[in-house]
């Protein structure tokens, strides 16, 4: 794709309807992050994501939990940007390093009740949701509830649409998450 296909927006170029999610994009992170700037092409793109991560930020699951979701997405999904950007989430919540980089490398994790939300991830993903009995179980048992799973597809659906958009923009990292890639 060229670069030109998606122009990192300012706020003063991008559509306007892009405007007021960028802004606040921007004071929330104390700069405008690429992604954004790129993905404001689409001001309804970007408002989605927005929304949609948003409402998985403010489910039941906790934020270890959800970021294990985010990770397992974007590393299947060879999210560059992603993977940094959740490795440094993960990283200021306080994650084990062994867990980060099994999250990375796609890999089990040293975490039980974290592997279940990985490997469940996984199941809804490959079956489409059409999980078998024994993978729901195997989820549950890990101190997870039924509203949790419907909270997992929630993640699943904000985060595709993020690693999807990142990488066909072919977003870059910014510099601010450098050190994290």
Do not use: W
């Not at 999610?21 to 690429?34: E, N």
């Not at 979701?69 to 062994?98: F, S, Y």
């Not at 179980?137 to 509203?147: D, N, W």
């Amino acid at each position: 794709m060229p670069a030109t296909a998606f122009p990192d927006h300012t706020l003063e170029s991008a559509p306007a309807a892009a405007r007021p999610a960028m802004a606040a994009v921007a004071q929330k992170q104390g700069y405008l992050p690429a992604a954004v700037a790129r993905l404001a092409s689409s001001p309804e793109l970007l408002g989605g994501f927005l929304k949609m991560s948003a409402l998985f930020e403010s489910t039941t699951l906790d934020p270890l939990s959800r970021e294990t979701l985010i990770m397992t997405v974007a590393a299947r999904n060879g999210c560059h940007l992603c993977v940094a950007m959740h490795t440094a989430k993960l990283t200021a919540l306080g994650a084990d390093a062994g867990v980060i980089a099994a999250l990375r490398d796609g890999t089990p994790l040293p975490d039980g009740r974290l592997e279940a939300v990985r490997q469940f991830t996984l199941a809804v993903i490959a079956t489409g949701g059409a999980v078998d009995d024994g993978a729901l179980q195997a989820f549950l048992a890990h101190g997870y509830t039924p509203r949790n799973a419907l909270e997992v597809v929630l993640g699943i659906g904000a985060y595709t649409l993020s690693t999807l958009a990142n990488r066909l923009t072919d977003a870059p990292i910014d510099p601010q998450l450098a050190r994290f890639s």
